[in-house]
């Protein structure tokens, strides 16, 4: 029998991390939970936060799941040394890239676009304290992306205005880098892009996540060896169907969907 990998996120979001870790690692079998019911976390308590998190982390211990990847910058931030400390499998987490952007950035301006339950965490202030001193890192909340990604709207007129605001701000600050601290937002790179001028590099975390989630399973010998079949990739969520639907539409002959109350 092969364990999979779990992953959650606070819905779709975190399926462009699943993208990235079954490129790098096509051995290896995968539950993804999307919790969509109670999208955004951003906007919760920790304590709301932590708990959803031990939720679908007992859920994918249940089903079966050999390491934990919790592909959601906000649960990552606020529950994941809760979550490391309280169970036996392996975690890899999500945090804003602000390391390479701080070594990349010849402005020495950056961006950070993420949710609010990201940039009040204070996981997000010790790293990006650790880069204040050299460079001005310039934090924006993307207030309503998540609600918007989760219908299904992410090339909506509603979705250009919001993006309109935020890519101005970040423009008249000088940035270089725009560092996405929210594993929904690389959906929006192609509107990101249209939006800014070509000098500006746009940063996410799935290829190094993807790395880490390989040298965790080898570190722990839990790396699947075997391709001699077919690979399971089953994607459940308690919202609506569709979205997620959406999203995985290159995947469609690979992967299996459904609602699940969780």
């Known amino acids: 029998m092969q364990y999979p ?13 699943w993208k990235a870790i079954t490129t790098l690692l096509p051995n290896e079998d995968t539950i993804y939970l999307a919790d969509s019911y109670y999208a955004p976390y951003g906007q919760r308590s920790k304590d709301e936060i932590v708990a959803l998190s031990i939720k679908n982390t007992e859920k994918l211990i249940a089903m ?18 809760y979550l490391r400390t309280s169970y036996d499998v392996p975690f890899i987490g999500i945090e804003p890239a602000i390391k390479p952007a701080a070594l990349r950035t010849k402005t020495k301006n950056i ?17 990006s304290n650790k880069y204040s001193d050299t460079i001005n890192i310039h934090e924006i909340t993307g207030s309503g992306l998540v609600e918007l990604i989760e219908e299904g709207s992410i090339n909506s007129p509603e979705m250009e205005v919001l993006l309109h605001s935020y890519t101005d701000s970040f423009i008249e600050k000088n940035i270089d880098c725009l560092v996405l601290g929210c594993t929904h937002y690389p959906y929006l790179i192609p509107q990101l892009k249209k939006l800014l001028p070509d000098r500006i590099d746009i940063i996410d975390s799935g290829e190094a996540v993807a790395r880490q989630t390989k040298a965790i399973l080898n570190e722990h010998t839990l790396l699947s060896k075997s391709a001699s079949f077919e690979r399971n990739y089953q994607f459940y969520t308690n919202g609506k169907v569709e979205p997620l639907t959406q999203v995985l539409t290159a995947y469609a002959n690979k992967v299996t969907i459904e609602y699940m109350n969780f």
């Open 111 to 127: 961006g950070i676009l993420a949710t609010k339950g990201t940039l009040s965490s204070e996981l997000f202030a010790k790293t």
């Open 5 to 17: 990998i779990g992953i959650f996120d606070s819905g779709i979001g975190g399926t462009s991390i």
């Open 64 to 81: 079966g799941a050999k390491m934990i990847v919790v592909a959601c910058n906000t649960a990552t931030t606020n529950a994941i040394e």
